[in-house]
C-alpha cells in the first residue's frame, strides 16, 4: 500500500487548541437536527429526487418533529426552485418550521434564491457557502487569500442587499472543507460575516463549518471546534453548527464530539444518504441519545414507515445491519445470544409484574438489545422467535441455491412462518421440491378473486410511453389507458378505478430458473388495514411478472374482503 503518498492532518491544517474542555463534557440534550436531505443528499443520487418523492420526504421530515429543514437549492435546478416556490403557496409548511435554501456567493444565484423565497411565511435562513481550504482555493478557485474574502463578502453583501430587508429571514455562512482550512483564515472570514450581517443574539447567523471531507480522528474535529467556539467574535449571536462527512467512517463520532465542544446544530441526512460515503446519519444521532435516557426531540416510533419513506425517496436500499432501522438490528443468530435475551425479556416481564407497571414504562436491561425493540415500532418476532432465525437463513439459501430465487428478508421471516406451520402440522423435513410447492402456493396462487391479465401494451404517444391495460373482474373486462407511468402504477389505478385498493409498500425481482428460459418472478410487499403482506406474479417478461404480482394481490385483498 503507497501509505507515503497521504499526510496526516497535523502536517496538512494548523490544530492550535493546547487545552480542551470537551472530554470533560456530557451530552445532555439534543442539539438542534437540520435534515439536509433534500438538497445535500438529493445532490448524491444517481437519479434525483422528483417533486412527489421530494414532497413526501418533507411530509415525513415534519411528522418526525424536525424544525430547521434545508429543502434545496433553487439556482442548481428548476426542480428545486418549483418546490421551494411550492412551499411559497401552499401551507405544507407548518409555520413553526423553518425553511433553508442554499446558494453559492454568486450574485446572480443569490438573486434567484431569494426569488424562490418570495411570499415565505415561515422563518427563512438563506444558507450561502464557499470553499476556503488551501487546495480548493488554488486548484478549484485560483484564489489568494485576501482574493477569496473579498469575493466571500461580496456574496454577503448581495444577500444583505436582497433579503436584509425582510424580517422573517436569517443568515447562514459555511465555510467548506472548514477542516482543512487554517485556523485563522476561518475565524478572520466568520468574524467579517458576522459583523457584515449585524449578527446580535435576537437575529443570530449560524456559522456553519463542515467536515466537507472527513480527514482525521474525530478528536481532532472536535478540538477545531472547540477552537472557533472560544475564539468567535460575537459568540452569543451566533448558533455554531456542524455538517460532518463519513469519509473515515467516523462521521457519527465526529458529530458527538463536536456537540460536546460547543455546536449547538448539527446538519445530515436521516439514515445517512450523501455524496461519497454519506453526510453523517441524524437518525443513528436522534437514537443513540435516546438509547441513554435523552429525549432525541424527533419521533421516531415508526421506523419502519420511515425507512419505507427514505428507500421511496431516494432509490436505496437500507442495510439490514444499519444502526437501528435495519432489519436485522434486533436479531440474534448466536446461541448464546438467544439464551441471554430471552432470560431478559423473563426477567423484564417479571419485574413489570413486580413493580405493577406495564413493560413499556420500567427500565429497560434486556442483553443485546440497546433499547426495547418497541420504541421505534418493531414487533418482537424476530426476537422472541431467534431460535427460528438460523432456519430462516437455511430456507432462503435452498430457494436461492437450487431455484435463484433470492428473498427479500422482510419475506424470508413471512415464509418461514408459513413453512414452521407446514412442518409443525406434517412432523416431517421439507425439501427443496416441497420447500418451492409451499413458496409457489404460498405467495403465486391464481385462485380466488376473478382477476385476470388481457391485455398489457406499451404505446408511444406526442414523446412519452402510454401504457394500455386490460383485466377482467369477474367476468367483466375494464380497459384503461395511462401516459407517463409505469406498467405497474397504470394497473394499480385501474384497479383502483374499479374499488380495489393495493399499496405497493415494495417491489423485487428475481428468476424461478436459471438460462434463456427462466422465467421472471417479481415479489411486491403490499399493504391492507390488516398490515404488510407478500404476492408475486411470474411470466417470460419482466414488466408483465410484475403486473401479475399486483394483480395476485388484488385477488387476496378482494377474497379477504369477501370473507368479512
Keep these: 500500500m503507497p501509505s507515503h503518498r497521504y499526510q496526516d492532518v497535523y502536517a496538512r491544517v494548523d490544530v492550535p487548541l493546547t487545552e480542551r474542555d470537551w ?24 437519479e434525483p429526487m422528483d417533486p412527489q418523492r421530494k414532497r413526501r420526504f418533507f411530509e415525513l421530515m415534519v411528522q418526525m418533529g424536525y424544525k430547521e429543514i434545508e429543502v434545496g437549492y433553487p439556482s442548481a435546478s428548476q426542480t428545486d426552485y418549483d418546490f421551494v416556490r411550492l412551499i411559497a403557496g401552499s401551507d405544507i409548511a407548518p409555520e413553526d418550521v423553518t425553511i433553508v435554501v442554499f446558494t453559492p456567493a454568486r450574485r446572480d ?34 484564489k489568494e487569500r485576501d482574493e477569496l474574502r473579498e469575493l466571500i463578502l461580496a456574496g454577503g453583501r448581495d444577500v444583505l442587499e436582497l433579503a436584509g430587508h425582510l424580517p422573517n429571514v436569517r443568515f447562514e455562512f459555511s465555510p467548506e472543507v472548514f477542516n482543512l482550512t487554517e485556523p485563522d483564515y476561518v475565524i478572520e472570514i466568520c468574524d467579517a460575516m458576522t459583523e457584515l450581517w449585524e449578527a446580535i443574539p435576537e437575529r443570530p447567523v449560524i456559522l456553519n463549518l463542515p467536515a466537507t471531507v472527513e480527514i482525521s480522528t474525530p478528536n481532532v474535529y472536535a478540538d477545531q471546534i472547540e477552537y472557533m ?33 460547543g455546536a449547538q446544530r448539527v ?207 369477474d367476468d367483466t373486462d375494464h380497459h384503461g389507458s395511462y401516459d407517463g407511468v409505469g406498467p405497474v402504477e397504470a394497473v394499480t389505478e385501474l384497479l383502483r378505478e374499479h374499488g380495489i385498493a393495493v399499496e405497493i409498500v415494495s417491489l423485487h425481482q428475481t428468476s424461478l430458473t436459471t438460462g434463456n428460459d427462466s422465467e421472471a418472478l417479481t415479489l411486491i410487499e403490499y399493504r391492507d388495514a390488516n398490515g404488510t403482506h407478500w404476492a408475486g406474479g411470474r411470466d417470460r417478461s419482466v414488466l408483465t411478472a410484475s403486473v401479475n404480482a399486483v394483480l395476485q394481490a388484488a385477488r387476496v385483498i378482494t377474497t379477504a374482503l369477501a370473507s368479512a
Design 229 to 261: 467556539h472560544k475564539n468567535l467574535a460575537r459568540r452569543d449571536a451566533v448558533i455554531l453548527s456542524v455538517h460532518p462527512h463519513n469519509d473515515r467512517g467516523t462521521g457519527i463520532a465526529c458529530a458527538e464530539l463536536a456537540v460536546l465542544a
Design 267 to 473: 446538519e445530515g441526512c436521516i439514515f445517512g444518504n450523501g455524496e461519497r460515503t454519506g453526510n453523517v446519519d441524524i437518525a443513528t444521532l436522534a437514537l443513540n441519545l435516546h438509547a441513554q435516557g435523552i429525549d432525541p426531540m424527533i419521533d421516531f416510533s415508526d421506523i419502519d414507515e420511515i425507512r419505507r419513506t427514505v428507500e421511496y425517496s431516494n432509490r436505496i436500499e437500507i442495510h439490514p445491519r444499519h444502526p437501528y432501522v435495519g432489519d436485522l438490528v434486533h436479531t440474534a443468530f448466536s446461541g448464546t445470544h438467544q439464551d441471554a435475551i430471552k432470560k431478559g425479556f423473563a426477567e423484564h416481564r417479571a419485574r413489570s409484574a413486580a413493580e405493577g407497571r406495564p413493560a413499556s414504562e420500567i427500565e429497560w436491561r434486556v442483553p443485546y438489545l440497546p433499547i426495547d425493540p418497541a420504541d421505534i415500532g418493531r414487533s418482537y418476532d424476530a426476537v422472541i422467535r431467534v431460535n427460528s432465525q438460523s432456519g430462516k437463513g437455511g430456507i432462503a439459501y435452498l430457494l436461492e441455491a437450487d431455484y435463484g430465487i433470492e428473498l427479500p428478508r422482510r419475506l424470508q421471516i413471512n415464509f418461514a412462518r408459513h413453512v414452521q406451520q407446514h412442518t409443525d402440522i406434517t412432523g416431517a423435513e421439507i425439501d427443496a421440491p416441497q420447500l418451492l410447492e409451499l413458496f409457489e402456493h404460498s405467495y403465486l396462487r391464481a385462485d380466488g378473486g376473478g382477476i385476470e391479465l388481457i391485455e398489457l401494451q406499451t404505446e408511444s404517444h406526442d414523446g412519452s410511453a402510454r401504457i394500455r391495460v386490460g383485466i377482467r373482474i
Design 109 to 142: 444565484l443569490v438573486e434567484r434564491t431569494v426569488a424562490s423565497i418570495d411570499g415565505i411565511r415561515n422563518p427563512v435562513v438563506v444558507h450561502m457557502y464557499t470553499a476556503t481550504a488551501p487546495v480548493w482555493r488554488n486548484v478549484v478557485l485560483g
Design 23 to 46: 472530554p470533560t463534557k456530557r451530552l445532555t440534550a439534543a442539539p438542534l437536527w437540520v435534515p439536509v436531505d433534500l438538497r445535500d443528499g438529493n445532490q448524491a443520487l444517481a
